[in-house]
């Protein structure tokens, strides 16, 4: 049975909650991602008076596509640039808010554990997918021919679509532009994604694989009879999930066994394959130069149990696929925080309904919501329903007196935070940097132009203070 464990308070200074109470609660939210801003939202809509901070460690939201739809709010502040556990320490805000939402996801990149991931020296070995689609990595794609991405998600489809589609298209996109530039000189013409399972079990959804399949001069080579003997044994699942049949039946339709050699471009979709090694400057035996410069090895795999849980099983069959590159988008975890409990095997903060808990006891005040809630699964939706039930559970127990109280005023929490003040990014900062993007883009012919190193992000919010337009995009 869950407890309630609160410290040792005054009675002097304990406050009534209700839907109707004399003094607002404070609520620090860390993370400024979809989870943290959806749970800003719900409690707003629920317990109006609240007063939120949100800390994020980079200087701009992300996500923030969804985040256009919401108005500014004047019981939200952002605090960008402001890092939890390097610039700011959980113990701090739970001493000074009366809750804190962990919501800061899944920032890091798992790896694939397998010999010659890391390289050799000449080589940057397997490249993180994340940090591809986001051209931190800046590679150089002039010499590349095939690129092999391990992953069936959609961030592993994202980098496919990026080095597949015709540069003058994503020329009318917020691409960066020297993401285009590199993109112009790609001689990329073929891409392998590698799954470890079946079709069935694909993280990838529909919209980005048809997204795939309208791409000119692009051909999807795939196992069309073992995706075709999948559904056939699985009929009553697929009759279960509507999204997960007319996904079949894409594949089904644009995907072609062997390819017809008519295209420039192929997209190959490998099923039930495990990467088991990455070996550098094969050389040819007949002549004794080098064949390929790069290659990877694949363990064939079966699969066992029910198609919705079914697991991978390896075989004695191996394949060998000569590439240029690989990208890895095997998923993220999350990693643990100072002051809170952590669950290393499930690389999560434990929880029950969003109350975190340590061991038997419910953490009284401290709260999680997003990735690092329930694992790096799901789509914008799910992060969505995620955190409306966290701030759901909030206000419960706002209401229900289960949060402990009589923390600091708002003048109070603003002496706390006046140590990160310099550094502190707000709303109407990274809405400065926001016009400046747009502007710049519009000057080359493109919607956005967006600025990727957090270094030029603060000078050009310095550069353009009190330039700001009044905008109606985000809390």
Known sequence: MLRFTF????PVSRRLFSTTRAVDTNIAIAGGGAAGFYTAARLLAKAPDTQIDIFERLPTPHGTSSLRKWRPNKNVRYFGNVKLGRDIQLDELKNTYDGVVLAYGASQDKKLGIPGEDGIEGSDGVLAAREFVGWDLQPDLNSLETVVVIGHGNVALDCARILLTDPEVLAQTDITYNALEALRKSSVTNVVMVGRRGPLQASFTIKELREMTKIPGLEIITDVPLIKRECEQNK???AKSRPLKRMMDLLIKHGRTLPSGDQKKT???EFLRSPTKVVYNAINSDDGQIEYPQAILLN??????????????PTDRTTVVPCCMVLRSIGYASTPVEGAPFDSAKKI?????????????VVPGLYVSGWVKRGPVGVIATTMQDAYHTADTIVMDINNKNIPDGKCSREQIDAVLEKVKGQRVSNDDWRRLEEYEFAAGKEIGKPREKVTRVEDMLQIIRENEGKTKKRRTAC
Request: no cysteine; hydrophobic share 40%.
């Open 7 to 10: 410290p040792a308070r005054s």
């Open 236 to 238: 009553e699942l697929l």
């Open 267 to 269: 997209l190959r979709l």
């Open 300 to 313: 064939h795999n079966t699969l066992e149990g029910p198609a919705e849980s079914a697991r991978a099983v």
């Open 349 to 361: 903060v434990p929880n029950i309904s969003g109350r975190v808990v340590d061991g038997e006891d």
